[in-house]
């Protein structure tokens, strides 16, 4: 039976409850429940076992990005991956963080930024370029000087009129992903861009000119990667609109003119919130580009918190859903470039799968991965990917646990994932490996419950309690 109770906590913003939630039971008609789904059970069972649940439904609206547009700082890169500053505000008051923070996979800096706001010291960690630029950007100490530079560069800006140079990148499928007018903006801005001579205003200059990119281009990122806009839904499937006729409909004759509004909009919104937050905090993140597995090697200062949302294990690509973005903004300029990035990422994918060893082991994985039909899954190495998840998230957390002060916590935002049928429960699993390390699981706040692809939808309804997003949060 399920248990609740007020959860006293300085959560005053938000309304949480430990709850005993009701385990994996068998309906009434067993009949309507196979035999794989039988075993799921109980693996969850054995799993779930005294682990901590807590309903936080009203952390639902934070775990995500969909309230940054909004939000001061955050709103300059729409950074989908993301979560609000609002839930790690809430975190540190509840815990009454006072020392280090650390991030990971610091994305757009949220982490970061709200340690900032608390007066904390930070540090971030990504392996993703843009991150890092927008992270550094966004946490950056905007002086009044800054601000009259900034200003007299956005003046000239927009004096600039369409030129008739023919400009070049390296990123063969521009043509496709862009209006021929549109990209010729576009490059022709990130040429003037690099021409300011202050790297700290061309910096933010540049990710407002990363922000609008998706919004004027012929994609959208979506799902696991991009997703073409003329290509439209219907009643009777998918169909695709040509791309001169689809461009025709929706831009604008005039699109020189058309992509300097949305970047003089996007940097009048960063002035605003540079004017009113530019002297808010001292505080400014280290910030370093690399590996989440190698943080120990780039500094040694004992962390007190870390917060932080890691790559599901749901074979998503983020950096093929940031493509676009790599490759027109020259963070990449070959394929073997962008090869090599996609492999000093967290193998969540079948992309990033780079020959590394898998040394840790786990009964209850192993045992839910035998659970696979190979018929069904899409890809071979999927088994190979899920093993070397959990694989990259006992490094992480074994070298966390050695940095993490006594008393201190680490706290994991995290979604559960299926594949052919079978639950990949990833926030009791790394609860299991927490332990098995030496943390304690102090409580586990299911956010919200996901929903997963029309092929599995119905195969998973009885299961689909399991389908969730949680914050795993463990103490030293």
Not at 204 to 217: P, Y
Request: with cysteine; hydrophobic share 35%; charged share 25%.
């Amino acid at each position: 039976m399920e248990r609740a109770e007020t959860y006293k906590t300085n959560f005053s913003d938000f309304e949480v409850t430990i709850v005993s939630e009701p385990s994996g039971t068998l309906p009434l008609f067993e009949t309507s429940v196979s035999d794989n789904q039988k075993e799921q059970l109980k693996i969850f069972n054995s799993l779930e076992n005294n682990v901590p649940f807590v309903n936080a439904i009203s952390f639902s609206n934070q775990v995500h990005f969909q309230n940054a547009y909004l939000t001061p700082i955050q709103r300059w890169f729409p950074y989908r991956e993301g979560y609000s500053t609002r839930l790690v505000n809430a975190f540190i008051k509840e815990l009454n963080i006072t020392g280090n923070v650390f991030d990971p996979f610091c994305g757009s800096g949220t982490t970061l930024l709200a340690s900032r706001q608390n007066n904390l010291n930070s540090f971030g960690i990504d392996v993703n370029p843009i991150s890092v630029l927008v992270a550094k950007v966004e946490n950056e100490k905007y002086s009044n000087a800054d601000i009259e530079n900034f200003e007299k560069e956005f003046e000239q800006l927009k004096m600039i009129s369409k030129s008739d140079e023919n400009f070049h990148t390296s990123f063969e499928l521009a043509d496709k992903v862009f209006n021929k007018d549109i990209l010729q903006t576009l490059l022709q801005y990130k040429n003037e861009i690099k021409k300011f001579t202050n790297t700290k205003i061309q910096n933010l200059f540049f990710v407002a000119w990363l922000a609008i990119i998706e919004e004027v281009s012929n994609i959208k990122k979506e799902g696991n990667g991009i997703k073409y806009k003329n290509r439209k839904r219907t009643a009777n499937g998918y169909i695709n609109i040509e791309k001169d006729v689809w461009e025709k409909r929706v831009y604008p004759e005039d699109k020189f003119n058309y992509v300097k509004t949305k970047l003089e909009r996007h940097l009048e919104i960063i002035l605003s919130d540079i004017k009113n937050d530019f002297g808010n905090s001292d505080k400014q993140p280290n910030i370093f580009k690399g590996s989440c597995l190698e943080f120990d090697k780039l500094f040694s200062d004992q962390i007190q918190f870390t917060f932080f949302s890691p790559p599901y294990c749901n074979c998503f690509d983020y950096f093929e859903i940031h493509k676009v973005d790599l490759w027109l903004g020259e963070f990449v300029k070959n394929k073997e470039e962008f090869k090599t990035l996609r492999n000093t990422g967290f193998r969540s994918n079948t992309n990033s799968l780079n020959h590394k060893s898998i040394l840790y082991k786990n009964e209850h994985l192993e045992n839910l991965i035998s659970l696979f039909n190979s018929e069904k899954l899409w890809n071979i190495k999927i088994p190979n990917v899920v093993r070397g998840y959990f694989d990259d998230t006992h490094s992480l957390l074994n070298k966390l646990y050695l940095q993490t002060t006594k008393g201190g916590y680490v706290g994991i935002v995290v979604g559960n994932s299926a594949y052919s049928g079978v639950i990949i429960p990833a926030d009791v699993l790394i609860s299991e490996i927490a332990k098995e390390i030496g943390f304690k699981v102090k409580n586990v706040f299911v956010t919200r419950h996901l929903t997963t692809s029309s092929q599995q939808k119905q195969e998973l309804e009885f299961l689909k309690y399991y389908l969730r997003e949680s914050i795993v949060l463990l103490e030293k």
